[in-house]
Nanobody, 125 residues
């Protein structure tokens, strides 16, 4: 069973930057796509970004495209989400998760089976 731990959240002013990290242990990290999702109060969890098992392919939600960058380091079992030009609407709890199926790359929350506990990101206007 894999365990994921997010870190790096915090409070930042609009236009600022934050970097989130996701550390994995257990199941073979490098065989699975890694996704970042977020959930704002009163809203459903939504897709933010995903990176393929080998880092060759990335996809982003339209709302963060051009501002966020997802990356991974399989040698260290870690992944990151660099967030630039943050907006108040980016405020949410951010989660990292591993895909259920080796090699597959999708963006549905239902396809991800291992979740971290989340880290809060708050962007003030």
């Amino acid at each position: 069973q894999v365990q994921l731990v997010e870190s790096g959240g915090g409070l930042v002013q609009a236009g600022g930057s934050l970097g989130l990290s996701c550390a994995a242990s257990g199941r073979t990290f490098s065989n699975f796509a890694l996704g970042w999702f977020r959930q704002a109060p009163g809203k459903e969890r939504e897709f933010v970004a995903v990176i393929s098992y080998n880092g060759a392919t990335t996809f982003y939600a339209d709302s963060v495209k051009g501002r966020f960058t997802i990356s991974r380091d399989n040698a260290k079992n870690t992944a990151s989400l660099q967030m630039n030009n943050l907006k108040p609407e980016d405020t949410a709890v951010y989660f990292c998760a591993l895909h259920r199926i080796p090699v597959a790359v999708t963006n549905s929350t239902f396809h991800f089976g291992s979740w971290g506990q989340g880290t809060q990101v708050t962007v003030s206007s």
